[in-house]
Each structure stands twice: as structure tokens, then as C-alpha cells.
């Protein structure tokens, strides 16, 4: 066929492609007659009555405002709690993330979701639609289920693959920004949140890229915070209901997925009784306080949906709650400060604040990503920038192993084999062994001024400790990078079962071709990063 053949026949084909098309906004004419399956209605109840709430009513009572807060430090852990909480529902579940994964975790988690709407539980999934491909998840398929409604945040509205990301040319400035909330909200008095989406690489160690990440489980008061900012996105004119999407209108899908859920049970029979007994034990173990819970009080904080509808100016001139909260936390520390960031890009302002600090006596141990073990080269690359001043004023900066066997969970019998690939994907801190901070934002400028956020601030020394620990227990498995006497980087640390200490003057575990795509990626300018 020749080439003026193909052209002709393309852009004969473009009216047709452009059919496939959802709202981007409730206030489209498409979405006049849209009435909402899950109301106010369905939330008429105290939370303090539930089965969950009752199993620590006593602590939950015992002074105003009060919340516990249980680290949930691995990828199966993460899992077997989430489904636990999801089996104990009696009221609501609402499920907010930005990356759906359409695998096998996935499905077995909102297989337990629908388990629970068919006991009359309602439940919400919220989607990013960038992040999950709403077009081609099935947990869109939930959406039939007369107890579940799905909704997706800032939609594309062109669903052709062809015409997808030019999308992007036209309305960047939406676009480009993210719901990178993470939330899973049960009977409205416990709720997950921390670094996680859904998918087998946040929860399954054997994946070929494991995600190393942190979450916590709260109960008590935090929750109704969540909650609200919860039904803040819900209810803004950005999130669309999954009915129109074509996806989520196939029954015929829907029947396969349910068919393919008891599928799953006949042929792994063995498999689904273990699996089942995890869950009870979990269940158990919640019920009979074995939970390793601290109580203290805390704040949750979101940026407002509004953000990703910013211009690019008020976008980098933006300062929400999180930032400022953060700006606060610095500015009252007085001895150190514990960070595990996946992605650290801390700005010129923000190093300045850094080195202040330092040279102020407030201490600074810092574990990120290395080159190696990062799922962004462009944000290393950008690190790099900042790494040397850091190290010069004293703080102590670690970057994560891509290989290491992760030592998270051993004092609890719950050690983890990694995969080949880890990425460290942790977003938390610990400000004077006293105050914690974990949630999905990432310190550098796309948290800061693009995509939409969500962290919780708890104030507990014991809970501190814990996570203090954890993040020092994440150096063990992480290269401690100093400078030599030319001020060039140097990384010295000991793999898992090594005996002996290896000392690079490059990126370890890296190839050439790596090191140099880092350069290129230099070019990037740091606001898109």
C-alpha cells in the first residue's frame, strides 16, 4: 500500500476515532442525569459502634482526639491487612489510589471488595486515570455491583489509543498533574495510608520490580480527616463516574472476571485455604489487640482537588497545607531529622533550609534511591545536584541497594526475600524522635506544585521510635555515600551475606549505558522532573 494510501485512509479514520470520548467534568451534558448510587445516607453512622472500633473502644475513648497507628512495613503485610480490615467491613469502604494495576494481587484484593458489597457493604473506588488506564482495569467492571460505585479523576477525555497522549499537547497544564492520593478508609474509623498503590509490586516480593514502601494503619479520630478529603474528590467536578466509560459497561466482562474469581478457588484450592488462614489469623490478631499499635494524636492533611485545575503559575507559586506543615516541622526541630524519600529533590530552598539546620546542630541521616535501584534516572539526576552540598555539612546520606535483601519485619518474624530489582519507593520522617510524617508525597517539585497529595503528621515517641528504626534498618541494606578528598562521590557498603565492604567510585551496579542516559537526563528541567 503506498504511503498516500495510508495517510488517506488515517485521516479518514479520525472522526471515527475521535467517537470513543467521556466527560472531563460533571458539568458535561452527558452526566445531567447521573444519580449517585452511594449518599450521605449510607455514612449515618457512628463509627465507635463498629465491630472494628469496639475490639479498642476503651483506648479509643480514653482521652479526646486520640489515634493509634500500627507500621505496616512490607508488601505482604500491606496485602493480608488490607483484605483482613476489608472481611471486618460492616459499613463502608473507600478505596482512593493512583495506580491500579491490572494483575494478580489486584484482582484478589477487589475480589475482596466485592465479597464485602455482597454482604451490603458500600463501597468507592476512587482512580487516577493516568495512573490506572481506566480504560482496560477490571475493577472498573465493579461498578455494576449495586453497593460499589467507581469513579475516575481527571480524565482523558479521547479514549483512542492513537489520540491519547496528543491530548496532552492541548491541556498540559491538566494533564500533567495527578491524583497521587493514597487512602483505603474502612467503616470510617480505620484507614491505610503511606507509599502504596495497587498492584503485585507493592505487595508481592517476588515481582520482578518490588517496591519497598511504607504504610500505616490508623484507627480513631485521623479517620474522619480522611474521610472528608475522600469525599472532597468524590464529589468535585473532575471525578467521573465509571458508567460511561465503555469498560465498565460490559457485562459480558463482568461475568468473566466473576468467573474467573471462582476459577481461581476451584483450581487453587490448597492455595485459598492458606491464603484464608493468613486472613483469619490477621482478623484475629486485630481482634485480640496483638496489633503492635501506639497512641497519640495526629493530623491528616490533602491538597484540594482544585490544584491540578491551576495555572502554572499558581501551580509554582503554590504553597498548601503540606508544604507549610513541613516548613513548621523544620523550622520547631532541634535534634535530627530521619528521612526515607524514594524521590528527593529538595529544591534550592529547600537545601538551603537543610544546611541551616545542620550547621544549626539538627542532624540529618538521609536514605533515597541510587542510580541502580531507582524507577526515575531523571529525579537521580537531579539529586545529584543537592548530594554533595549535604554530605559537605554533615548529614549522612545513604542510597538504597537495587539488590538487596531487605531486612524490614526480621524482630517480627515477617523477613522478606526481595526480588533481583528493589525500588525504594518510602516516603516518610521522623523529626526529633518524636514526630512522624508518612504519606504519598514525594520531596521533590511534582508533590510540591503538580500532582494532588495526601500525609499524616502523628505525634508519639513511641510510634517515632518505631519508624526511626525502620528507616535505620534501611541503611543497613544501602550504600553510605561520602566524598573523597576531591570532593568526587564515593559509595562503601556491604551486600546481604557479603562478608567483605566494597567501595565504588561510580554508581554501583550500574553499566555504562546507564550512567550515561543519567547525563541525558540531566536536560530535563527540574520542574518536570
Not at 291 to 317: I, R
Not at 348 to 354: A, D, P, R, T
Amino acid at each position: 500500500m503506498g504511503i498516500l494510501k495510508k495517510v488517506s485512509m488515517w485521516v479518514l479514520a479520525l472522526p471515527l476515532v475521535g467517537c470513543t470520548t467521556v466527560p472531563t467534568s460533571m458539568h458535561d451534558t452527558r452526566l445531567e442525569h447521573y444519580s449517585p448510587k452511594i449518599t450521605a445516607n449510607d455514612f449515618d453512622y457512628n463509627p465507635y459502634d463498629t465491630p472494628i472500633a469496639q475490639c479498642y473502644i476503651d483506648e479509643l475513648k480514653s482521652a479526646p482526639e486520640i489515634s493509634g497507628a500500627t507500621l505496616i512495613e512490607d508488601g505482604l503485610s500491606a496485602f493480608v491487612i488490607r483484605s483482613a480490615f476489608a472481611r471486618m467491613a460492616t459499613k463502608t469502604i473507600d478505596l482512593q489510589t493512583y495506580i491500579y494495576s491490572n494483575d494478580f494481587t489486584s484482582r484478589v484484593l477487589i475480589a475482596e471488595l466485592k465479597n464485602a458489597a455482597d454482604r451490603g457493604v458500600k463501597v468507592r473506588i476512587l482512580l487516577d486515570d493516568y495512573g490506572t488506564k481506566s480504560d482496560i482495569v477490571d475493577v472498573m467492571l465493579l461498578n455494576q455491583h449495586p453497593n460499589i460505585e467507581v469513579k475516575v479523576f481527571n480524565t482523558v477525555s479521547n479514549r483512542s489509543k492513537l489520540l491519547y497522549y496528543p491530548q496532552f499537547l492541548t491541556d498540559f497544564n491538566r494533564l500533567n498533574s495527578r491524583m497521587h492520593n493514597k487512602l483505603f478508609i474502612v467503616d470510617n474509623v480505620a484507614y491505610i495510608t503511606g507509599g502504596r498503590n495497587v498492584g503485585s509490586n507493592y505487595f508481592y516480593p517476588e515481582t520482578a520490580s518490588n517496591f519497598s514502601d511504607t504504610d500505616v494503619l490508623f484507627l480513631g479520630d485521623m479517620t474522619r480527616y480522611a474521610t472528608n478529603s475522600f469525599n472532597e474528590y468524590w464529589n468535585h467536578h473532575l471525578s467521573i463516574p465509571a458508567s460511561v466509560f465503555p469498560k465498565a459497561k460490559s457485562k459480558r466482562a463482568l461475568r468473566k472476571l466473576e468467573k474467573s474469581f471462582a476459577e481461581l478457588e476451584e483450581r487453587s484450592t490448597e492455595d485459598v485455604r492458606r491464603y484464608n488462614t493468613i486472613i483469619n489469623l490477621a482478623k484475629r490478631e486485630f481482634k485480640h489487640k496483638k496489633l503492635d499499635f501506639s497512641w497519640g494524636h495526629g493530623k491528616f492533611l490533602a491538597d484540594p482537588p482544585q490544584k491540578v485545575e491551576m495555572t502554572m503559575a499558581e501551580k509554582e507559586s503554590y504553597r498548601g497545607d503540606i508544604v507549610k506543615a513541613l516548613q513548621h516541622l523544620w523550622d520547631k526541630t532541634k535534634n535530627s531529622v530521619y528521612m526515607s524519600a524514594a524521590y528527593f529533590v529538595p529544591g534550592q530552598g529547600g537545601l538551603e533550609h537543610m544546611l541551616h539546620e545542620e550547621n544549626s546542630g539538627v542532624h540529618l541521616t538521609i536514605v533515597t534511591n541510587s542510580l541502580s535501584s531507582t524507577n526515575a534516572p531523571t529525579v537521580y539526576a537531579k539529586w545529584e545536584k543537592y548530594r554533595k552540598k549535604l554530605i559537605e555539612s554533615g548529614a549522612e546520606v545513604y542510597e538504597f541497594m537495587e539488590s538487596a535483601e531487605n531486612l524490614r519485619g526480621k524482630e517480627h518474624d515477617r523477613e522478606r526475600k526481595q526480588s533481583s530489582f528493589s525500588v525504594l519507593h518510602s516516603k516518610t520522617m521522623v523529626f526529633d524522635d518524636d514526630i512522624s510524617w508518612i504519606g504519598s508525597f514525594n520531596l521533590d517539585p511534582r508533590s510540591a506544585y503538580y500532582n494532588t497529595e495526601n500525609v499524616a503528621i502523628f505525634e508519639s515517641r513511641d510510634f517515632a521510635e518505631k519508624l526511626r528504626n525502620m528507616i535505620i534498618q534501611d541503611t543497613k541494606t544501602s550504600w553510605r555515600v561520602s566524598l573523597d578528598k576531591n570532593g568526587k562521590p564515593v559509595w562503601t557498603g556491604k551486600r546481604t551475606g557479603d562478608e567483605k565492604v566494597r567501595t565504588y567510585h561510580h554508581d554501583p551496579d550500574t553499566s555504562i549505558f546507564r550512567r550515561i542516559w543519567k547525563t541525558i537526563c540531566n536536560l530535563v528541567p527540574e520542574k518536570f522532573v
